[in-house]
C-alpha cells in the first residue's frame, strides 16, 4: 500500500506561553555530604572496624607500655627479692613489638579499605552518569567531571579509615589521662587545665579547613576542564599560533589555586603550631608537678617515668589535627562526588513492543523546556510506520531536541511520545534500545578496532552485517585501504570528519530497528556520497521508519514528509516539492547556505 501523503498545512505562528525555569542538574545537587559519607562508611564498615580494631589493640599496647616500663625500671633499680625484672623486661619488649606490628597492620587494612571505598564511589557515580538523561551529564564540564570521579572520589573514600583511625587515636590521649590519673591525680589536672585551649583550637581549625578546602577544590576543577578543552583542541591551537596564549588561558587560576592551597596550609599550620606548642607546654607542667612530688616522696622514679610517658601518650590528642584535615577534604569533596550519585537515572518500564509494528512515530503536546526556554511547545504529531520523514528548520529551532525525544534521549517535561503505540517511557530498556538506533553529526567511536566501533551497540551484529553496514554507509572503500582493514585499531586509524561520521552511520545501520533517527548525520558528506548514502538507506537498510534531521534541499526531495519546525512549533508539514512554494520555507534553507532552487 503506498504512502499516504499528507496535504502540505502550514502554521501561522502563535504567541508563546510564558517560559517557566528548567530544574537546574548541578542547582542543589551534593547538599546531602554527610549522607553520602555515612553511605561509603556503611558500605566499608567491617573494613573500617578492622582498622579500629587493630588501631585500638595497638592503643592499648601503648597505654600499658608506660605502667610496665615504669615498674621495670623500678625492679631494674631497686631489685625485690622474689620479683626478677626479667619478666617484666620480656612483657615490655612484647607490648612494643605488638604496636609496632598492629601499626602497620592499620596502614596495610587502611590502604586496602580506602582503595575499594574509591572504587565503589568511583563505579556508582560512572553508573549514574550513564544511567541519567545526556543533557545531565553534559552539565559538568569535562575536567570538573575528571576532578570529581578522581581526586574527589579518593578523597571521600578515604573516610572510613580516616574516621576509624581518629576514633582508635583518641583511645591513646584518653588511656595516657586515664594513667595520669592512677599515677597521680595531681599530674593529671595540671594536664587537663589545657584541654579547652586545644579543643577551641580544633574548633577554629574545622571552620576554617572547610572553606579554605571548598575554594581549593573548585579552582582544581576550573584548571582541569580548561586543560582538557586545550588538550581536545591542540591541532586548532598549533595551527593559530596561540600555544602561549592558551598556556596563560589554562593557567591563569594557578594563582588563585596558589592563594588558595597557602590559605589551608595557613589554616593547618596555626592549628599544628598552636597544638605543637600547648602540648609540649602541658607534658612540661606534669613533668614538673611530678617532679616536686617525687621530691617530696608521693612518686617513685617508676611513677614519674609512667607519668611522664601517660602526659606524652595523653598530648597525642593535638595530632588529631591530622585527621581532622582529611575529615574535612572528605566532607567537602563528598558534596562534589555527591551532585553525580544524585543524578536521576531514566527510568524504564517492562513493556513490549508488538511483534511486527511498522514502526509508527506519535508525539501528544508535546512539550520540553530547557534553561528557563520553551525548546518544542506543544508539538503533536504522527510519523506513520515505514516512512522517511525529514525534520527542518532554522538553527534553533528545535530539530535536534525532535530528534532525541523521538528515541527517548530526553524525556518532554509535557505530552507523550509512543512508537507503535507504546509510550516510550513504558518500554523496558532493551527493547528500546534494539528498537531505536541514532547517528549524529559528531559520532564518538567506542573499541579496540574498526570492527568494533560498527558493532557496537545494544547486541552486536555477525561480521557480515558489519561490512554490509559499511557498505551501505559508503565506509567500506576507506576502510578497506586501513593497515589491517576492519582490526585496524581505532587509535592507529587516521579518520577525517566525514570518515567518522561515515562509520557512525555504520554503526547505525548495523543496529537498524523499526526506527533509524539520523541527527544532522550527513552534515560532512560531500554531495555525492550523500546521495548514494541516502538512495542506501531507502533499499539497502533494514526496512523500518527514518527521521532526518536535514540542513540541505537534497535531503528533502525523497522524504515521504517533511516537518517544518519554527520556534519549537510545527510550522508545517507535507511534501517538499509543496512546501518549497512557500517563502519561508525557502528562506530555511538560505539560512543554512544552501537555498537554491536547483537544490530542489
Given at each position: ?28 545537587r551534593g547538599k546531602d555530604r ?433 561490512r554490509s553496514a559499511a557498505g ?45 533517527i539520523l541527527d544532522d548525520a ?79
Open positions: 500500500m503506498p504512502l499516504e501523503r499528507p496535504a502540505p498545512r502550514t502554521e501561522p505562528t502563535r504567541g508563546r506561553p510564558e517560559r517557566r525555569p528548567a530544574p537546574d542538574v548541578a542547582q542543589g554527610h549522607g553520602l559519607l555515612r553511605s561509603v562508611v556503611r558500605h566499608s564498615a567491617g573494613r573500617a572496624a578492622a582498622v579500629f580494631l587493630a588501631g585500638a589493640l595497638s592503643a592499648a599496647a601503648a597505654v600499658a607500655a608506660p605502667a610496665v616500663l615504669g615498674r621495670t625500671v623500678d625492679l631494674l633499680l631497686s631489685p625485690q627479692a622474689g620479683r626478677p625484672a626479667g619478666p617484666w623486661l620480656l612483657l615490655s619488649a612484647v607490648l612494643i613489638g605488638a604496636e609496632v606490628f598492629l601499626d602497620a597492620g592499620v596502614a596495610l587494612l587502611g590502604g586496602n579499605t580506602g582503595a575499594r571505598s574509591t572504587a565503589w564511589l568511583r563505579r556508582g557515580a560512572y553508573a549514574r552518569l550513564l544511567a541519567a538523561e545526556p543533557r545531565h551529564a553534559a552539565a559538568f564540564a569535562p575536567g570538573d567531571l575528571a576532578t570529581r570521579l578522581t581526586v574527589n572520589a579518593a578523597d571521600t573514600g578515604t573516610a572510613p579509615v580516616t574516621l576509624a583511625g581518629a576514633c582508635a587515636s583518641l583511645l591513646p590521649p584518653l588511656g595516657g589521662l586515664v594513667g595520669l590519673f592512677l599515677v597521680d591525680a595531681w599530674t593529671a589536672v595540671a594536664f587537663v587545665a589545657g584541654i579547652p585551649v586545644l579543643l577551641l583550637v580544633l574548633r577554629a581549625f574545622t571552620r576554617g579547613s572547610t572553606d579554605a578546602t571548598a575554594r581549593y577544590q573548585r579552582v582544581q576543577s576550573l584548571i582541569a576542564d580548561r586543560l582538557t578543552e586545550a588538550m581536545a583542541g591542540a591541532r586548532t591551537i598549533t595551527a593559530a599560533g596561540t600555544e602561549r596564549r592558551e598556556q596563560e588561558r589554562v593557567l591563569a587560576p594557578l594563582a588563585g589555586l596558589g592563594v588558595e592551597g597557602r590559605r589551608t596550609w595557613r589554616v593547618y599550620g596555626r592549628a599544628v603550631s598552636h597544638a605543637g606548642m600547648l602540648m609540649p607546654l602541658l607534658t612540661t607542667v606534669v613533668l614538673a608537678v611530678g617532679g616536686v612530688r617525687l621530691a617530696g616522696g608521693h612518686l617513685s622514679p617508676g611513677d614519674l617515668l609512667a607519668a611522664s610517658r601517660y602526659a606524652t601518650l595523653a598530648a597525642g590528642i593535638g595530632t588529631l589535627t591530622g585527621a581532622l584535615n582529611a575529615l574535612v577534604r572528605s566532607r567537602v569533596a563528598a558534596s562534589r562526588v555527591g551532585a553525580l550519585l544524585e543524578l536521576s537515572a531514566v527510568a524504564y518500564g517492562d513493556a513490549t513492543l508488538p511483534q511486527e509494528g511498522p514502526g509508527t512515530v506519535e508525539l501528544r503536546g508535546v512539550g520540553v523546556v530547557r534553561a528557563g526556554a520553551t525548546v518544542l511547545d506543544d508539538v503533536s504529531l504522527v510519523i506513520p510506520g515505514g516512512s522517511v520523514v525529514a525534520v527542518v528548520g532554522r538553527s534553533g529551532s528545535g530539530k535536534s531536541t525532535l530528534a532525541a525525544v523521538a528515541g527517548r534521549l530526553t524525556d518532554p517535561d509535557r505530552g507523550r511520545v509512543l512508537l507503535d503505540g507504546v509510550p516510550l517511557d513504558a518500554l523496558d530498556a532493551g527493547v528500546l534500545r534494539r528498537a531505536v538506533g541514532y547517528a549524529f553529526e559528531r559520532p564518538a567511536l567506542f573499541g579496540q578496532d574498526v570492527g568494533d566501533a560498527i558493532a557496537f551497540g545494544a547486541h552486536r551484529p555477525a561480521d557480515e552485517a558489519v551501505a554507509a559508503d565506509a567500506d572503500g576507506f576502510v578497506a585501504l586501513l593497515p589491517d582493514g576492519y582490526a585496524t585499531p581505532l587509535a592507529e586509524a587516521p579518520l577525517s570528519g566525514g570518515e567518522t561520521q561515515r562509520l557512525g552511520l555504520a554503526r547505525a545501520f548495523a543496529h537498524a530497528g523499526r526506527l533509524l550527513t552534515s560532512s558528506l560531500d554531495t555525492v556520497t550523500e546521495r548514494r548514502v541516502t538512495r542506501a538507506l531507502h533499499h539497502e537498510v533494514r526496512a523500518g521508519t527514518r527521521l532526518i534531521v536535514a540542513h540541505r534541499p537534497s535531503s528533502c526531495t525523497g522524504a515521504d514528509l517533511v516537518v517544518w519546525l519554527e520556534d519549537g512549533r510545527v510550522r508545517g508539514t507535507g511534501l517538499h516539492q509543496e512546501l518549497w512554494r512557500d517563502a519561508g520555507y525557502r528562506a530555511v534553507f538560505a539560512a543554512e547556505g544552501d537555498g537554491s532552487v536547483d537544490s530542489v
